[in-house]
């Protein structure tokens, strides 16, 4: 996530951050989402691709995650207003992909 899409959600009131920050941006895609679940936090990611894996593994193995949120790479703007959008929509994310457009 860019440092100032974090910055921007923090501004709103939502407890954003980024693997960066964590100090775990090398790390593999399965690790990133299993730290994800133990810190009880939802995942948002640019990669569709494994993350719709990792959910499916996920959820074959009856193992559970806080929710994915998979974006395009659009300007930081349109990223927020489409993540905000996405959130007022949903009470519940846990154990869902979503595929941000």
Request: net charge negative.
């Amino acid at each position: 996530m860019y440092g100032a899409l974090a910055n921007a959600l923090r501004e709103r009131g939502i407890d954003a951050v980024r693997v960066q920050e964590m100090g775990t941006s090398g790390d593999e895609d399965s690790d990133q989402l299993a730290l994800a679940v133990r810190l009880e936090r939802t995942f948002v990611t640019f990669n569709r691709g494994d993350y719709t894996e990792l959910h499916c593994e996920y959820m074959e193995t009856n193992r559970h995650h806080y929710g994915i949120l998979t974006c395009p790479q659009v300007p930081i703007g349109e990223m927020l207003r489409r993540l905000l959008k996405t959130l007022d929509a949903y009470d519940d994310l846990r154990d869902g992909i979503f595929y941000i457009r």
